[in-house]
C-alpha cells in the first residue's frame, strides 16, 4: 500500500468560504478515496475516485484527480461549522492490497 | 444507515494483562479490519481478515495480537500481554469488498489505556 500526503496540514477560514485540500501520492493507483475524521471519532468515508476518473461531485464536494501528477484535490464550497475536522486521502493500489495507508490529514477549521 | 459498533468505548488495563476489544460490523459486510491510532499520530492499518482468516497484517500485528470472527455477528481484537506502548485508539471497520476497491465503514473506536 502506499501512503497519500496531504497539504496543507492546517486550514482556518470563515464559514461560507470554499477550503481545498490537496493529497499528492507516489505510485500508480486502482483509486483514492477521502476520509473525515472529527475529533475524538472514527473515520468516515467521503468520496472514492477511481484512476480512469477526473472529477467527482456528492453534494458540497467536489474532488480531482491527476494520475499524470499523482496528485488529488478536495474542495468543500460554502463550508459550515460542522466541516471542521481532519480530512485525509488514501491511495489505493488496488487488487491485492486490503489496507488503507492515512497520513497526517489536513486539519480544517471552520470558525462561525 | 447501518453502522459499525464497537465497545467498550474506552479500556483501562494494567500492563501485561490480556485485553479484547469487540466490534460488530455492518451485517452484510465481508471485509474487516482493525486499526489504530496513537495519541497525535497517523491512523495505522493492523490486520485485514475475510473467509475466516487473515487477508494481510502489518509489522505492528505481531505474536501479541489476534483477531477472531467467534460467531456471525462480532469481530474481535485480542492483546496478550499489553505494553504501554499499546494504549492507543483501536478503530474496527467493515467493506463489502476489498478495502482498496470499497469504502470502509469506521466504528468510533475503543480508547485503550494501559497502565
Known amino acids: 500500500s502506499q501512503q497519500g500526503e496531504e497539504d496543507p496540514q492546517a486550514l482556518s477560514i470563515q464559514e461560507g468560504e470554499n477550503a481545498t485540500m490537496n493529497c499528492s501520492y507516489k505510485?500508480?493507483?486502482?483509486?483514492l478515496q477521502w476520509y473525515r475524521q472529527n475529533s475524538g471519532r472514527g473515520l468516515v468515508h467521503l468520496i472514492l475516485?477511481?484512476?480512469?476518473?477526473r472529477e467527482k461531485h456528492s453534494g458540497r464536494l467536489r474532488v480531482t484527480l491527476d494520475t499524470s501528477k499523482k496528485s488529488s484535490s478536495l474542495l468543500i464550497t460554502a463550508s459550515r461549522a460542522a466541516d471542521t475536522a481532519s480530512y485525509f486521502c488514501a491511495p489505493s493500489p488496488g487488487a491485492g492490497s486490503y489496507q488503507l495507508t492515512f497520513g497526517k490529514g489536513t486539519k480544517l477549521s471552520v470558525i462561525p | 444507515e447501518p453502522e459499525v459498533t464497537q465497545t467498550p468505548s474506552h479500556q483501562v488495563t494494567q500492563m501485561g494483562q490480556e485485553v479484547i476489544l469487540r466490534c460488530v460490523p455492518i451485517?452484510?459486510?465481508?471485509?474487516f479490519y482493525w486499526y489504530r491510532q496513537i495519541l497525535g499520530q497517523k491512523v495505522e492499518f493492523l490486520v485485514s481478515f475475510y473467509n475466516n482468516e487473515i487477508s494481510e497484517k502489518s509489522e505492528i500485528f505481531d505474536d501479541q495480537f489476534s483477531v477472531e470472527r467467534p460467531d456471525g455477528s462480532n469481530f474481535t481484537l485480542k492483546i496478550r500481554s499489553t505494553k504501554l506502548e499499546d494504549s492507543a485508539m483501536y478503530f474496527c471497520a467493515s467493506s463489502s469488498s476489498l478495502g482498496g476497491n470499497q469504502p470502509q465503514h469506521f466504528g468510533d473506536g475503543t480508547r485503550l489505556s494501559i497502565l
Open positions: 451485517s452484510n459486510h465481508l471485509y
Open positions: 505510485t500508480s493507483i486502482n483509486n
Open positions: 475516485i477511481r484512476s480512469n476518473e
